[in-house]
T-cell receptor
Framework: DVKVTQSSRYLVKRTGEKVFLECVQD?????MFWYRQDPGLGLRLIYF???????EKGDIPEGYSVSREKKERFSLILESASTNQTSMYLC?????????????FGNGTRLTVT | GQNIDQPTEMTATEGAIVQINCTYQ??????LFWYQQHAGEAPTFLSY??LDGLEEKGRFSSFLSRSKGYSYLLLKELQMKDSASYLC??????????WGAGTKLIIKP
């Protein structure tokens, strides 16, 4: 069974802080994704990666960066946290490129920026 | 633009049947997913449709009409544990997922 693990369930950070959200998957999946989920909105894609050291911008990359140094790990970085980045962040993975496999999600990190 | 529409909230009674609709307008189509998300938890995969018709999986069924840009998720013999949000997502021509805002389903005894 695929397991996607996000390092923190809840985080509280101050405006201007650098924030790292970590995600690890254990099924050798090629694809990894970072989404944010806000009430009344669909999941919005921040960044994704189809391979190690590869990254692509999603729909809302501003204020975020990512790192994928190893296949199993995909990190989301908020360079200087702002209150409008208060949200639920979901990491997901799937097996291969350009495929229709379902996503496997982590349990999410609820980030509050004060 | 690309758009997925689904009702914000629905209420149904334990033991009954409920149909959650999803309409979409996307750049191309490579399939439609339904996910279930309990409050505070990760979305989990329910179904995938790429051809027209009904796919049945136990108490849950999913229907697709590509010509109408329409899908529904049918839940039978509702149980209290079915209280959750149901997310519709379409895979577009670039194999990017477009997500609806989700339908919160409330089950009453």
């Amino acid at each position: 069974d695929v397991k996607v693990t996000q390092s923190s369930r809840y985080l509280v950070k101050r405006t201007g802080e650098k924030v790292f959200l970590e995600c690890v998957q254990d099924m050798d999946h090629e694809n990894m994704f970072w989404y944010r989920q806000d009430p009344g909105l669909g999941l919005r894609l921040i960044y994704f990666s189809y391979d190690v050291k590869m990254k692509e911008k999603g729909d809302i990359p501003e204020g975020y960066s990512v790192s994928r140094e190893k296949k199993e790990r995909f990190s989301l970085i908020l360079e200087s946290a702002s209150t409008n980045q208060t949200s639920m962040y979901l990491c997901a993975s799937s097996p291969g490129n350009m495929d229709n496999s379902p996503l496997h999600f982590g349990n999410g990190t609820r980030l509050t920026v004060t | 633009g690309q758009n997925i529409d689904q009702p914000t909230e629905m209420t149904a009674t334990e033991g009954a049947i409920v149909q959650i609709n999803c309409t979409y307008q996307t750049s191309g189509f490579n399939g439609l997913f339904w996910y279930q998300q309990h409050a505070g938890e990760a979305p989990t995969f329910l179904s995938y449709n790429v051809l027209d018709g009904l796919e049945e999986k136990g108490r849950f069924s999913s229907f697709l009409s590509r010509s109408k840009g329409y899908s529904y998720l049918l839940l039978k013999e509702l149980q209290m544990k079915d209280s959750a949000s149901y997310l519709c997502a379409v895979l577009d021509s670039n194999y990017q997922l477009i997500w609806g805002a989700g339908t919160k389903l409330i089950i009453k005894p």
